[in-house]
């Protein structure tokens, strides 16, 4: 990820939270498309205003999520764990982790 990127994040991140809308702190988003039309998305979290960024599923396989609590995060994704198979996996947000 780019400073420019990370700055993209931080702008939307808090123009997010300047909507009103409530997301538990930190939220996942991010995603990218290739020029052959490929899509790939990371799980990303950051607080609501931007601080604390990290990645919690960096490998580009990251689908249908939700939060478990405020640690933990349920995500399809693949190519993980040395299965190429798509499955549900239960990642933690921690400290640490941070990019």
Not at 25 to 41: C, Q
Not at 46 to 67: C, E, K, T
Request: hydrophobic share 35%.
């Amino acid at each position: 990820m780019t400073i420019a990127s990370v700055r993209s994040y931080k702008q939307r991140a808090t123009s997010i939270s300047a909507s009103g809308m409530a997301f538990p702190s930190p939220r996942p988003v991010d995603g990218w498309r290739y020029p052959n039309g490929r899509r790939l998305t990371r799980l990303i979290t950051a607080r609501l205003d931007g601080s604390d960024i990290r990645v919690v599923i960096g490998n580009g396989y990251a689908s249908h999520f939700i939060w478990r609590d405020r640690q933990h995060i349920l995500s399809q994704s693949r190519n993980f764990l040395s299965n190429d198979n798509w499955g549900d996996y239960l990642f933690e947000d921690k400290e640490g982790a941070a990019m």
